[in-house]
């Protein structure tokens, strides 16, 4: 049987955060929806999923194949998860790697980001339709390189004036086939992964008997190191100088990557778990994930944390497009 339910975040990372533990597979998370405004319980299984997400339709391949070759990948970083968590430390050099490995996959390989790409494409394919309309003679040029490639059946309806009228660029929207988004994806992963690997890695650590880190469906948070309103609407990359990547292992630990730290481990005070949790919080697609009903998150610095309790009626708490 062929799956197609895809967990773009894997439940081995999500188990982390399971009410009870790693340990007990019918363990439950607690889940914070922006869309419908409700908090539930369920298991890790039932979120942070698409249908068909990384489903391929490749001469000679399952449909299933690089689903089950992300499954691979993923049967080796959940491990390292568990043994960072009970070292609480990334100082073994495997299980870094593949730390690392699990962030850039999160930032790179998800509906939101694969929808901005869809967006951009759209827009281009948009405008190149907008100028090979311009003229009746641009219009010939390009049907005719299109027959000669292949793309367009020699036979096809292609009159310029029936095209022209019936062109509107809002009743329609370009779909990218599920090879071309997954291909762009690990394009990118390969340029990103050394970026990654190039920044120095702070493990911090909640204090004893906090409710901890909360973590979301889109949890490798790139931000810029100092708050800055003039920077709200730049564009920020893993390249960028001055940026950080927040990211929670569980809810005891979490690492922030950035190119002026040291490598190292710190302590932190719940108020700082609270600021860590405001930036995943502001930095999910549309929901969050927790172990306990108890955590605190800090959106505005100037004001004290808040409880969870609060989050859904919080208005910054919003689905991101």
């Not at 019918?26 to 319980?41: E, G, L, P």
């Not at 992964?193 to 880190?213: M, N, Q």
């Not at 979301?216 to 003039?230: F, G, T, V």
């Not at 292992?249 to 302590?267: K, R, T």
């Amino acid at each position: 049987m062929v799956a197609k339910r895809h967990h773009f975040v894997p439940t081995c990372y999500l188990e982390v955060f399971c009410i009870q533990g790693a340990k007990k597979k019918a363990s439950d998370i607690y889940v914070f929806d922006a869309v419908t405004r409700k908090d539930f319980r369920t298991s890790p299984d039932n979120v942070a999923l698409q249908t068909d997400f990384n489903t391929i339709d490749l001469e000679g391949h399952k449909p299933d194949a690089f689903e089950l070759a992300m499954a691979s990948v993923e049967s080796d970083i959940g491990p390292a998860l568990v043994r960072i968590i009970a070292a609480k430390s990334i100082a073994n050099e495997e299980d870094r790697i593949l730390l690392l490995n699990l962030i850039g996959l999160l930032h790179i390989r998800n509906p939101r980001l694969r929808e901005r790409f869809r967006q951009f494409r759209d827009r281009v394919a948009k405008m190149i339709l907008d100028v090979a309309m311009s003229s009746r003679k641009m219009w010939d040029f390009q049907v005719q390189n299109a027959k000669d490639a292949g793309f367009i059946a020699q036979d096809a309806d292609t009159d310029y004036d029936k095209m022209k009228k019936d062109f509107n660029p809002d009743a329609y929207r370009i779909e990218v086939p599920n090879e071309e988004n997954i291909r762009t994806e690990m394009d990118t992963f390969d340029h990103a992964l050394p970026l990654l690997f190039d920044r120095k890695w702070l493990l911090l650590k909640a204090p004893e008997g906090s409710a901890g880190f909360v973590t979301c469906d889109h949890p490798a948070s790139l931000i810029w190191s100092e708050p800055d309103p003039k920077r709200r609407h730049l564009r920020i990359g893993l390249k960028f100088k001055g940026t950080e990547i927040l990211f929670p292992i569980s809810p005891h630990l979490a690492v922030v990557g950035a190119y002026e730290l040291e490598n190292g481990e710190c302590d932190i005070t719940e108020e700082q778990v609270a600021s860590c949790n405001g930036t995943i919080i502001l930095n999910s697609h549309r929901q969050v994930y927790a172990r306990t009903m108890s955590f605190t998150y800090q959106i505005d610095q100037s004001k004290p944390p808040r409880k969870a309790s609060e989050l859904l009626e919080d208005g910054r708490f919003k689905p991101t497009p």
